[in-house]
C-alpha cells in the first residue's frame, strides 16, 4: 500500500501564498510505478476537482485553468515528497486539498480523479479576509 500524508494548509487571506506538501510510503513507494502525482480539491457538495498533477520524472506538469499562473506543482523522489506552492490565493480556492498517486493500471488521464488509486486525507485551505 502507498500512504499519502498532507500537511501545510491553514487559514490564509486573499492574496496570501501557502506551500502544501504531500508525504509518500518510503520504501515501498518506487515499487508502484506511479504515473502521476495529482493534487484535488474538494468544497462541500461539490465534485473533487483537479488542481495539479505532476509525472513520475518530474519533466511534465499539469494545471487547472483556475490555477494557472498562481499555483506550481512539484516533486522530490529521493525524499518521496510532492509540493503544491499556492501564489495570489483568492477565497475560491478555499477547500479541502488531497494529494493522489496513480498506479497500474492507468485508466484515464491526469484531471480524472477515478483514474488515482491512493489518496491522504486531505489538509484545509482557507482564504478569508
Known amino acids: 500500500q502507498v500512504q499519502l500524508v498532507e500537511s501545510g494548509g491553514g487559514l490564509v487571506q486573499p492574496g496570501d501564498s501557502l506551500r502544501l506538501s504531500c508525504a509518500a510510503s518510503g520504501r515501498t513507494f518506487n515499487r508502484y510505478n506511479i504515473r502521476y502525482m495529482g493534487w484535488f480539491r474538494q468544497t462541500p457538495g461539490k465534485e473533487r476537482e483537479s488542481v495539479a498533477a505532476?509525472?513520475?520524472?518530474?519533466?511534465?506538469?499539469y494545471y487547472a485553468d483556475s490555477v494557472k499562473g498562481r499555483f506550481t506543482i512539484s516533486r522530490d523522489n529521493i525524499k518521496n515528497m510532492v509540493y503544491l506552492q499556492m501564489n495570489s490565493l483568492a477565497p475560491e480556492d478555499t477547500a479541502v486539498y488531497y494529494c493522489a498517486a496513480d498506479a497500474p493500471p492507468y485508466r484515464s488521464t491526469w484531471g480524472d480523479p477515478l483514474g488515482y488509486d491512493y489518496w491522504g486525507q486531505g489538509t484545509q485551505v482557507t482564504v478569508s479576509s
Open positions: 505532476i509525472n513520475w520524472s518530474g519533466q511534465s506538469t
